[in-house]
Every structure is written in structure tokens, then in C-alpha cells.
């Protein structure tokens, strides 16, 4: 399996967090990239997770001939998820860097775990248990962000404080435990 982590943050206020996330990745021996929606990049302190993980965000596709920015993952963490971006993963839409990460780690059986941010108010839409049942039977693990239970995915309200980002890191064997933490420079 891959060292490395993709830390995908899309735009709720939870991708304020997304250094902290990367932070608690490499403690468990990752080595993260962050990968960012245009609208994340709004919360995100892209200067923060540059100084954690040694690189700024990545948010736009690479340009033709010029080569990958970093191995295939070893797993994918979504945090945060957004309604929109639950539904398009669901359904494979790949219009932007973030979600076509995704999509391929989907595709590719590489391990999945969401951080979904949805609120009550988007809970209740249609489009969304379907969406959520699909991506569960796809074999991804849903964390929530108010408690860090792992399962059944419930609405959030927009408070932040309570989550724990060690919640959203996967640990365990097929967390990279065996190796040192590299933090990047400072």
C-alpha cells in the first residue's frame, strides 16, 4: 500500500480545519496532499497546510506533460464533504480536480473515508440516501464529524468545534503505523 494520503477538503467550514487533519495524518505516518475545491480554498489557510505538509493545496489539474504530483494514495480521506460533492461522487462526476481523485480511489477500490457536512436543511433531499447508500455499498467509511462515530451518516449543524481530527484518519494495519512521521518543512 501507498505512504501517501490524499486529504481532500471541499467548501464547508470544516476545511478551516483541513491543516489539523494533515497534521494528525503524519502523526500516524502518512505522507499527505492536500487537495482542494476552488470554493474549500475560501476556508482553507493554504500557508498552514504548506508549512505542515511540506507543499501548498492542490486544486487544479496538472497541465498536459507535466508529471503526477504525487503517487497513487493509499487511501483517501474527504474531509470535509459537502451535499454537492456527496452527490456527485455518487453519481462519477469528475469536474474538478478534487472530484476526480475521488472518483478514481472509488473506481479503484483504494480506501475511501467522508467526513460529510451536511445540514439538516439539505438532509431530508431526496438525492441524498440513495447517494449515501451507494458509496457505502462501495465499501466507504463515513465518520461523523460532531461524535467521530463511524457508520451510518447523520446530519451536522455548522459547528466545528467538536471534531476531533484523528477521527478522520484511518488507523490500524492499513494505516501506515510502521513508519516515522515525516513532517514537512517548517
Avoid at 28 to 36: L, P, S, T
Avoid at 90 to 116: F, K, Q
Avoid at 126 to 144: C, K, Y
Amino acid at each position: 500500500m501507498s505512504e501517501y494520503l490524499a486529504l481532500v477538503a471541499c467548501g464547508a467550514p470544516l476545511a478551516a480545519r483541513v491543516h489539523e487533519v494533515a497534521a494528525a495524518a503524519q502523526r500516524h505516518g502518512w505522507v499527505v496532499r492536500v487537495v482542494a475545491t476552488a470554493s474549500a480554498m475560501n476556508w482553507v489557510d493554504a500557508e498552514r497546510v504548506e508549512d505542515i505538509t511540506g507543499h501548498a493545496p492542490l486544486v487544479e489539474q496538472r497541465r498536459p506533460g507535466e508529471p503526477k504530483r504525487f503517487p497513487t494514495p493509499g487511501h483517501v480521506v474527504v474531509c470535509p464533504a459537502t451535499f454537492n460533492s456527496i452527490n456527485k461522487l455518487a453519481t462519477g462526476i469528475m469536474d474538478n480536480y478534487a472530484a476526480g481523485l475521488v472518483c478514481e480511489a472509488l473506481a479503484s477500490g483504494t480506501p475511501l473515508t467522508i467526513v460529510p457536512t451536511v445540514g439538516d436543511a439539505l438532509w431530508g433531499h431526496p438525492a441524498l440516501a440513495p447517494h449515501l447508500a451507494r458509496l457505502t455499498s462501495a465499501g466507504v467509511r463515513f465518520v461523523d464529524p460532531g461524535s467521530g462515530r463511524v457508520g451510518d451518516p447523520r446530519p451536522t449543524g455548522g459547528d466545528v468545534d467538536a471534531f476531533n481530527p484523528e477521527w478522520a484518519i484511518p488507523t490500524g494495519t492499513a494505516a501506515r503505523t510502521d513508519r516515522v512521521a515525516r513532517p514537512g518543512p517548517r
